[in-house]
């Protein structure tokens, strides 16, 4: 089992960025794969982003399209969510997932594709 924490969460105001991070620890013998999803009030958890274990491969979902940037550190067992140009619909608890994998550029991206999961940080843009 995968444990993971996430950091980085706060409020900004529309236009700000903010910086997203997932630890991984625990037993990790496999590749996996890193995910981002967002749920704000009322809504469905929604899919962000995810990275292959190889880093070769990125997805994000069409409205963080060129304002997120998505990246991993395997020697730190980290993964980073860069978030510019926030806008107040960007605002949700953000939750870091993980899911083993035996190949090195396999890519997920919905949420019961997941088995591990952090806590979630909140992210509020101001307009």
């Known amino acids: 089992q995968v444990h993971l924490v996430e950091s980085g969460g706060g409020t900004v105001q529309a236009g700000g960025s903010l910086r997203l991070s997932c630890e991984a620890s625990?037993?990790?013998?496999?590749?996996?794969?890193m995910g981002w999803f967002r749920q704000a009030p009322g809504k469905e958890r929604e899919f962000v982003a995810a990275?292959?274990?190889?880093?070769?491969?990125?997805d994000y979902v069409d409205s963080v399209k060129g304002r997120f940037t998505l990246s991993r550190d395997n020697v730190k067992n980290t993964v980073y969510l860069q978030m510019n140009s926030l806008r107040p619909e960007d605002t949700a608890v953000y939750y870091c997932?993980?899911?083993?994998?035996?190949?090195?550029?396999?890519?997920?991206?919905?949420?019961?594709?997941?088995?591990?999961w952090g806590q979630g940080t909140q992210v509020t843009v101001s307009s």
């Open positions: 997932a993980a899911r083993s994998t035996t190949a090195r550029d396999s890519l997920y991206s919905t949420a019961g594709d997941f088995g591990s």
């Open positions: 625990g037993r990790i013998f496999f590749y996996y794969v």
């Open positions: 990275i292959s274990w190889s880093g070769s491969k990125i």
